[in-house]
């Protein structure tokens, strides 16, 4: 059995969860991506595809997710922030933003508190496990970045973090 399925709408192939992603042979290689290779946005989208993988495969043990881990970094740094700030800063959208704080509160790292400026609005905190937590999760996230460094190089992981701060 081949560990991708075709997606029926677009008929890319998506990898099976578990499986390992592919790597390249001269065969991928082979195959042209004409004016693709002199896209930034391209390039951008194959690094990030890059990222992901290695973080979910470094943090795979604490069952973490890249904007799991943002949400929580965030909350962290901020303790009482509104769900509204946290979305807008992090571009999530709210509702989105609502079912991770649902997943992470039942995993009992974060915690909602009704607001005691607006009632309808509630201060996020993490828990005291979300806390030991996140220092775990930091390390880890730390591993991953040396993962990056190792890939494209010190100096060019810096250059890129300097390249890419204006849209942070």
């Known amino acids: 059995m081949s560990s991708h399925s075709v997606h029926p709408v677009t008929g890319t192939r998506?990898?099976?969860?578990?499986?390992s992603p592919s790597r390249h042979t001269e065969a991928d290689e082979a195959i042209s991506l004409d004016t693709l290779a002199g896209h930034a946005g391209y390039?951008?989208?194959?690094?990030?595809?890059?990222i992901f993988?290695?973080?979910i495969r470094t943090l795979a043990a604490v069952d973490i997710k890249p904007t799991q881990f943002s949400v929580m970094t965030v909350i962290g740094a901020n303790p009482g922030l509104s769900q509204m700030a946290v979305a807008k800063r992090l571009g999530i959208e709210r509702a989105r933003l609502v079912h991770l704080l649902d997943s992470l509160e039942r995993r009992k790292l974060v915690k909602r508190v009704q607001s005691a400026v607006d009632r309808r609005s509630h201060a996020l905190h993490?828990?005291?496990?979300?806390e030991a937590s996140l220092r775990k999760f930091k390390r880890l996230a730390a591993e991953h970045e040396?993962?990056?460094?190792?890939?494209?190089g010190k100096a060019n992981r810096e250059q890129l973090l300097r390249i890419l701060s204006c849209f942070a």
């Open 14 to 19: 998506k990898r099976r969860p578990g499986k």
């Open 43 to 50: 390039a951008v989208r194959r690094f990030q595809l890059w």
């Open 53 to 55: 993988q290695d973080f």
């Open 126 to 130: 993490l828990t005291a496990s979300g």
């Open 146 to 152: 040396r993962h990056v460094a190792d890939k494209i």
